[in-house]
């Protein structure tokens, strides 16, 4: 990608006059751009994180994720859980099991815009007879249902693909569901889908059942925060599949979130948010003014918030230098969501 842009780059012509070719160039320049920020986030969420299974009671986890949905999701959105009574332990991952559901409930919103029902069921079960998965003939069932406004049946075949999304640009990746799909895949689980238009979404989980005994999940597992977290944080980051997700993400761990595209954005928000900003988080470079020149302004009114840069650039010196300059924190891009809480708290704790 780095290589498809820098040819990009040098192509650009270097007299006037030739502006249509100079528009190609740039886009295939924007576009090589977006597809690293995506790739980071695929290597962020695939093979930078480590799976640690371990046996869990898929009750817990259904409770502790509804808890912090409100958050996310909104007030006009109906949360229903079902618990199925002695429900029988799965095995799997619990920070992937969270985002399963995470990613299930956060497109149930995007489909009930003036609010609804979202349903989370869990029961012992056996599988339909009909199953082309041999394999398991009972599992633990999990049913995310939503009265939203349901998937036609020309996309409904697509929809676990990578990549594929109904969203505008800089709204969904298109890899929430393939994410999922993966997950369930490799923990031996399988994954149907029911839906049409109008009808709301039904989303049926099945896992294999497991007859250990349940393990407590270890804490540096864990994607959120047990309890929810305080504090405005201002977020400033060019790319938006980007900002929304470490957004969504900081939001349901409990903070105030405000979000800017560029440094002269970020600085205008800070200036007209009434309250206090807890930190800052911030891309390294961007486009109009990025991140080390607004936090230098922003040290002249906000000399207590303290700053945390991520950038996928920490090799390049001169990065390097102004950031340290400033014994600002950094973490390094792609990064997983956990290493993000970590540092956010530990900057939060090391500068108050
Ligand atoms: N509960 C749902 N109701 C209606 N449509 C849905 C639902 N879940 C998924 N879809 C459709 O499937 C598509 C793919 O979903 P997926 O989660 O993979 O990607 P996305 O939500 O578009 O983007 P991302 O999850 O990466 O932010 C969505 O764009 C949407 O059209
Ligand atoms: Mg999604």
Redesign the pocket.
């Known amino acids: 990608m780095t290589v498809i842009r820098g040819y990009a780059e040098l192509a650009l012509p270097t007299k006037p006059g030739d502006d249509s070719l100079r528009r190609k160039i740039t886009e295939i320049m924007k576009g090589s751009d977006r597809a690293q920020a995506l790739v980071s986030q695929l290597l962020a969420f695939s093979r930078k994180q480590i799976l640690k299974p371990s046996v869990l009671d898929l009750n817990q986890v259904v409770m502790e994720i509804s808890d912090l949905l409100p958050r996310l999701i909104g007030e006009d959105i109906h949360i229903e859980v079902r618990p199925g009574q002695n429900l029988r332990r799965i095995m799997a991952d619990p920070n992937q099991m969270q985002q399963i559901l995470l ?2 409930a ?3 919103r ?3 815009p003036a609010g609804g029902t979202l349903r989370f069921q869990t029961e012992n079960a056996t599988l339909p007879v009909t199953s082309k998965f041999e394999t398991i003939t009972e599992g633990v069932l999990l049913t995310v249902s ?1 009265t ?4 036609p049946p020309e ?1 409904l075949a ?5 990549f ?4 505008e640009r800089g ?10 799909y993966g997950t369930v895949s490799q923990s031996g689980g399988r994954i149907e ?1 029911d ?1 049409a238009s109008g009808k ?2 039904t ?1 049926k989980i099945y896992f294999p059942p497991t007859d250990e005994l349940v393990s407590a999940s270890p804490i540096e597992n864990r994607v959120l925060p047990l309890k929810p977290a305080y504090g405005t944080i201002l977020l400033v980051e060019d790319e938006p ?1 980007l900002r ?2 470490i957004s969504d993400y900081l939001g349901i761990a409990g903070f105030t979130i405000i979000t800017a595209a560029n440094g002269v954005e970020g600085l205008a928000k800070a200036k007209s948010h009434k309250g206090p900003i807890h930190l800052v988080i911030s891309d390294v470079i961007m486009p109009v003014m990025g991140g080390r020149e607004m936090a230098d302004r922003l040290k002249l009114s906000h000399p207590a918030t303290p700053i945390l840069f991520m950038s996928g650039y920490m090799d390049d010196a001169a990065v390097r230098r102004g950031v340290s300059e400033h014994r600002d924190h950094y973490l390094e891009k792609p990064f997983e969501l956990n290493s993000l809480a970590r540092k956010v708290s530990e900057v939060l704790n090391s500068d108050s």
């Open positions: 990613n299930l956060v497109n149930a995007d489909a009930m939503d939203g406004s349901g998937i996309l697509r929809i676990f693909e990578p594929f999304t109904t969203k709204k969904g990746t298109g890899l929430g569901l393939a994410m999922v889908v839906s709301g979404t989303f599949s929304e997700l």
